[in-house]
């Protein structure tokens, strides 16, 4: 495989073992590469200018949110900002996080558990290169659990910003979905990318896009992370 096929990505998390560990794991993947290292978010966006700066680039970068120096919620936010081409997947440590609905919030394309298995991570990496969200089944669960007893103050944190003069009720909002695309939405929540979908109602790729295109909007949510998030606070 051309390296120009390839998910180029970089590894961010100030202990240099961990690194090691992701990296021993993408090396069988053929696929994929590691063009870069950082060990706090400071050093990861010098490394992206500089891939930048050799017509280069970088996919994915997997990030760690506890680190000294830059932070990994800071720094998503500043690659977000600036390299809008490059997907941030953001590595927890524990099921519920506090730093995961911050990253979410910067931007980040979707989050997994540090312990996950290897096809996981890998699954995420290609999922997220890919345009989709990777979300760990376990924290997402958690952080529905904790919008619930914060009374839903954490959604408004998380979700986009609505337009202007967009103040009509979330449920007013879902009632506006076609019933496609109200199953679209549902399998979002469940994790299925657009293939899955497809698949499982019989729509071609391109046209679960469409859909997956129509639900954001309609939502006004930044992404199927946000999409997830929504759909299961509204018990879908």
């Known amino acids: 495989m051309s390296d120009s096929t390839r998910t180029r990505i970089m590894l961010v998390d100030d202990q240099e073992l961990i690194r090691t560990g992701f990296r021993l794991v993408l090396l069988s993947e053929t696929d994929?590469?590691?063009?870069?290292?950082?060990?706090?978010?400071?050093?990861?966006?010098?490394?992206?200018?500089?891939?930048?700066?050799?017509?280069?680039?970088?996919?994915?970068?997997?990030?760690?949110?506890?680190?000294?120096?830059?932070?990994?919620?800071?720094?998503?936010?500043?690659?977000?900002?600036?390299?809008?081409a490059t997907r941030v997947l953001v590595l927890t440590t524990f099921d519920l996080d506090e730093y995961a609905i911050g990253a979410i919030q910067a931007g980040a394309s979707g989050f997994l558990l540090k312990d996950a298995r290897p096809t996981e991570l890998v699954d995420a990496i290609r999922r997220v290169a890919s345009g989709d969200a990777a979300m760990a089944p376990a924290v997402t669960a958690r952080m529905i659990e904790r919008m619930r007893e914060t009374g839903g103050a954490a959604p408004a944190a998380l979700f986009a910003a609505p337009?202007?003069?967009?103040?009509?009720?979330?449920?007013?909002?879902?009632?506006?979905?076609?019933?496609?695309?109200?199953?679209?939405?549902?399998?979002?929540?469940?994790?299925?990318?657009?293939?899955?979908?497809?698949?499982?109602?019989?729509?071609?790729?391109?046209?679960v896009k469409t859909h997956v295109g129509r639900v954001l909007s309609k939502l006004q949510l930044r992404d199927r992370v946000h999409a997830v998030i929504f759909a299961k606070q509204h018990g879908l």
């Not at 060990?39 to 200018?49: K, M, P, W």
């Open 32 to 84: 994929m590469e590691v063009v870069a290292e950082a060990g706090d978010g400071g050093e990861a966006l010098a490394e992206l200018a500089r891939l930048s700066g050799e017509g280069s680039g970088c996919d994915v970068v997997l990030m760690d949110v506890r680190m000294p120096g830059m932070n990994g919620i800071d720094a998503t936010k500043r690659i977000v900002a600036e390299f809008p």
């Open 163 to 207: 337009g202007p003069g967009s103040d009509a009720p979330v449920a007013a909002e879902l009632s506006e979905l076609t019933e496609r695309e109200l199953d679209v939405l549902k399998l979002i929540a469940d994790g299925k990318n657009n293939t899955e979908i497809g698949a499982e109602l019989f729509l071609s790729e391109s046209t």
